[in-house]
């Protein structure tokens, strides 16, 4: 498998099991059969690349504070998110053409991308899909809907109403990709640490929230706004694993991401 096929593929897990075991018995409550379920898949389980500094063009996520002891992903600064300007179709926009402003886009859209909703997910892909992957959008929508059988639902359609998710990202990990053609900076793979939690029924507890999962995005500079896309993702390569005390995780380039106020 080319390191392109094999980044798609594990986007494809992510995406199939982002959630469906934490959702399972949420829909079970709600009167679904989840018949069968995908285990989850994360980066901590992969061959891990070799640690080295971000890429020339990618910004300085995070710098040191004076403490004792090696420097940690905790210890170190926080990278605060730029804000959006504005919100279209379902996606934040607006956000600076800087690798900061690039990391934020993704974190941004992966907060408050309607995982388990294809029609709401196709608007929001759409959106934000690079005119270099026209194709996107639709295999994105695809694996929702394959997802959707595999745990009860009919292929298309949203969740029911009284079933919420938040999906909360506590760290990022950027490195600019140089792309043929393309402007250094332009091009960047933002790795992402998450958990995703769910409310069922009633305000009904989710006993099996998603910890700790990673997801990798590739994001362009495209008409004076970050967009997604898998045509560089041959570029890309897999990070350590993140954990918030290690000190390897911060070597390989992982900080925490907080939201500006």
């Known amino acids: 498998m080319d390191s392109t096929t094999g980044l798609k593929a594990r986007r494809a897990r992510f995406v199939l099991a982002g959630g469906a075991v934490a959702v399972a018995g949420l829909l079970v409550a709600a009167g679904f059969t989840a018949a069968t379920l ?8 992969q061959p891990q690349a070799s640690a080295g500094p971000v890429a020339s063009g990618s910004p300085a996520l995070g710098s040191a ?14 990278t605060v998110l730029p804000k959006p300007t504005d919100h279209k179709n379902g996606v934040a926009v607006g956000f600076p053409g800087s690798p ?8 941004y859209f992966w907060e408050e991308y309607a995982w388990l909703d294809d029609e709401k997910a196709s608007q929001q892909l759409n959106a934000v899909a690079s005119k270099d992957a026209p194709s996107y959008a ?3 929508v695809s694996e929702i809907r394959k997802m959707r059988e595999t745990i009860g639902l009919a292929p298309s359609g949203g969740i029911p109403a009284d079933i919420t998710f938040t999906t909360s990202v506590h760290a990022a990990r950027a490195k600019t990709l140089k792309a043929p053609g393309v402007p250094i900076g332009d091009v960047m793979q933002v790795w992402l640490s998450y958990d995703r939690f769910a409310t069922g029924p009633k305000g009904g507890r989710d006993e099996n929230p998603l910890r700790g999962e990673t997801i990798a995005f590739v994001v362009k500079w495209e008409d004076g706004a970050w ?6 993702d041959s570029l890309g390569d897999y990070p350590l694993a993140y954990e918030p005390d290690s000190p390897y995780a911060w070597s390989d380039g992982w900080v925490q991401v907080r939201h500006a106020r």
């Open 38 to 45: 995908m285990n989850g898949d994360t980066a901590k389980g």
């Open 65 to 78: 504070r004076t403490s004792t002891g090696p420097m940690t992903p905790e210890k170190g600064e926080k």
């Open 100 to 107: 900061r402003g690039g990391i934020s886009a993704v974190v």
């Open 138 to 140: 639709d295999e994105r």
């Open 227 to 232: 967009k997604f896309t898998d045509k560089y």
